[in-house]
């Protein structure tokens, strides 16, 4: 089906045509119409369009409005102050132009088949360690992110750029080729599958003893540092080594991400380790182009604008003055490869802001040797820190970072004692089931709902709370409203466009027709918090509605049909808008 035209574009149009049958003069101007709390919508345009054509504004207003033809749409407009129009639409409109929304499977929100090809790089753990607090706002806004391109039509790849590269890696080998049963599960003679939690244990375990052992053992330190360079070399037993640590770490990555109901596939991962065979070739470009300069040994790229404390430059180096390849490198021959290999025309990259210098380097070195240009462009969604609730960055007491996994563990106990509290004939595996959806629900918005530039405090009592501005408010609106469909009966949703609205009926169903307009905002400016404040906004007005007209008791059968019509559109655009967002929406809570 096509898009539906919002009721905001249909009265711009004829505003428009308005503004060019009174003011020919004028050309194609704009009506500046936007959202009003004295009417539906007001138009600011004429007060500039009299400045140009030094007319009187008030006057152009009325010559305006004289010049719209009678209509179904607009009901009235009013001129108001020194040229300002207050537009109200006819509550039939509201009604049709939601019916037809309500008739599409993506209620209306256009696809666009010519879009491009993004390629999101995002949720980027690094092997061997544990995943902290840190790489959940990546995890978090990052899968929002692909989940509403994707809606919008535009081709999306995954890239999850895994730290599974490095010196380390040379101290881990040597350790296991030294004290070779370490990584082994099953010398009990059990077959089971080892879990996430115990690959994450085996790791620690071996990461600690290892660095033990680095720190006291110059003779060890010594041996591990050669087998980095066996290891860069692709020696065959010590490549085989390092493929057991990146495996163990998949099995702990792949328990994480399917906690946090995120959908995360083997062929999507393609860590530091990838682009090895593009190093070389990417500095060879850059050397042989002028991008990039030899200064004292090393490979770097200079900036006008980047200077130190001294006031010298500081240069992004590429390759470090004893040959070895620093993250420059890996970043820019990723680039390559997304753009050359994926034809990528966007690439997203969801980073910490701490590195928002580092990417403007990249990405400025990118386009100089000309894999970004104008047909292909590169940002970053660079997102602030979490904070605990104390305003500074979130530690355990002890100081430590917090473990990803025992936050959002938390969040579901403190969910499902919720749902607990509130449940009505769930059983003990529906409340666990629940707890998991409300509390990683939880932990997801009040992430999404931020400014992804923000830093912001995570506190588990107010994500988890029935009131405010939390993904538990929108549920219960989504379970409410199934309640009240299925207590039903026999009524059935229907769009009546005779029946007159009540107000909250018309804030309801207006806001309902910004859906649209709201996922192509989110998409072009990369701002999941967009879309969470739509959807607070289909809540709260629904609640509104809900305390103030009564649903199964309206006045006339037709009344009950279009306010269980209203209940329905609202239950799916919250289901829809949720789901964009990660976040599951339960029949009853």
């Known amino acids: 089906m096509a898009s539906v035209p919002s009721?905001?574009?249909?009265v711009q149009q004829r505003l428009a045509e308005g503004l060019s049958a009174a003011l020919p003069e004028a050309g194609?101007?704009?009506?500046?119409?936007?959202?009003?709390?004295?009417?539906?919508?007001q138009a600011n345009?004429?007060?500039?369009l009299a400045k140009q054509l030094k007319g009187n504004p008030r006057e152009l207003a009325t010559k305006v409005v004289a010049s719209i033809p009678a209509n179904d749409v607009l009901k009235e407009i009013e001129v108001s102050g020194p040229g300002f129009l207050n537009i109200t639409v006819s509550d039939a409109a509201i009604v049709e132009t939601l019916a037809a929304r309500a008739?599409?499977?993506?209620?209306?929100?256009?696809?666009?088949?010519?879009a491009g090809t993004t390629v999101i790089d995002y949720a980027q753990p690094n092997v061997a360690k544990e995943m902290h607090v840190g790489h959940l706002r990546s995890a978090v806004i990052g899968a929002a992110m692909v989940e509403i391109l994707e809606f919008t039509g535009e081709t999306v790849v995954r890239r999850h750029h895994i730290g599974?590269?490095?010196?380390?890696?040379?101290?881990l080998i040597q350790y296991l080729i030294e004290h070779p049963h370490e990584l082994d599960h099953k010398a009990e003679g059990t077959d089971a599958e080892v879990s996430g939690e115990e690959a994450m244990s085996n790791l620690n375990r071996l990461y600690k003893a290892s660095r033990a052992m680095f720190d006291a053992d110059e003779e060890f330190k010594t041996r591990a540092r050669a087998r980095v360079v066996?290891?860069?070399?692709?020696?065959e037993e010590t490549l085989a080594l390092w493929q057991r640590f990146v495996d163990e770490s998949k099995i702990y990555f792949y328990s994480v991400?399917?906690?946090?109901?995120?959908?995360v596939r083997d062929p999507d991962i393609v860590g530091e380790s990838g682009y090895n065979d593009m190093l070389q070739e990417t500095c060879r470009i850059l050397e042989e182009s002028g991008v990039a300069v030899r200064s004292e040994g090393a490979l770097c790229v200079f900036f006008d604008d980047v200077k130190g404390p001294d006031g010298n430059p500081v240069p992004l180096i590429v390759q470090k003055s004893d040959g070895g390849f620093g993250y420059a490198a890996t970043d820019l021959s990723a680039i390559r490869d997304r753009v050359q290999n994926l034809k990528a025309t966007s690439l997203l990259y969801v980073v910490d802001a701490r590195q928002s210098l580092h990417f403007k380097m990249v990405f400025e070195t990118a386009r100089r040797a000309g894999?970004?240009?104008?047909?292909?462009?590169?940002?970053?969604l660079a997102f602030g820190t979490v904070l605990g609730k104390d305003g500074k960055p979130f530690k355990t007491r002890e100081g430590e970072t917090v473990r990803l996994v025992d936050l959002l563990d938390e969040a579901i106990d403190r969910a499902s004692a919720v749902v607990r509290e509130k449940a009505q004939d769930l059983t003990e595996e529906e409340i666990a089931e629940r707890g998991a959806q409300v509390g990683i629900g939880a932990v997801k918005y009040a992430d999404l709902s931020t400014s992804a530039a923000r830093d912001y405090k995570f506190d588990l009592d107010q994500m988890v709370s029935l009131n405010g501005d939390t993904s538990v408010y929108l549920q219960y609106a989504y379970a409410r409203i199934q309640s009240i469909l299925r207590k039903a009966g026999d009524a059935k949703p229907a769009a009546h466009p005779e029946v007159e609205l009540a107000p909250s009926e018309r804030a309801l169903g207006l806001h309902l027709d910004g859906f649209g307009e709201t996922i192509a905002e989110t998409a072009a400016e990369y701002a999941p918090h967009k879309l969470a404040a739509y959807l607070y906004q289909v809540a709260s007005l629904y609640t509104t509605f809900y305390s103030e007209c009564p649903v199964l008791k309206a006045d006339t059968p037709e009344q009950v049909e279009n306010r269980l019509f209203l209940c329905d559109l609202t239950a799916r655009t919250l289901h829809q808008g949720m789901a964009l967002l990660g976040i599951r929406t339960p029949e009853r809570l």
């Open 164 to 171: 599974d590269w490095g010196t380390q890696f040379g101290m």
């Open 45 to 48: 345009g004429i007060l500039a």
């Open 371 to 380: 894999w970004l240009n104008d047909e292909v462009k590169a940002v970053q």
């Open 103 to 114: 008739a599409d499977a993506r209620l209306g929100v256009p696809l666009n088949e010519a």
């Open 28 to 41: 194609s101007a704009d009506p500046l119409l936007r959202r009003s709390d004295r009417a539906d919508f």
């Open 230 to 235: 066996d290891l860069q070399a692709g020696d």
């Open 257 to 263: 991400f399917e906690k946090l109901d995120m959908d």
């Open 7 to 10: 009721l905001a574009s249909t």
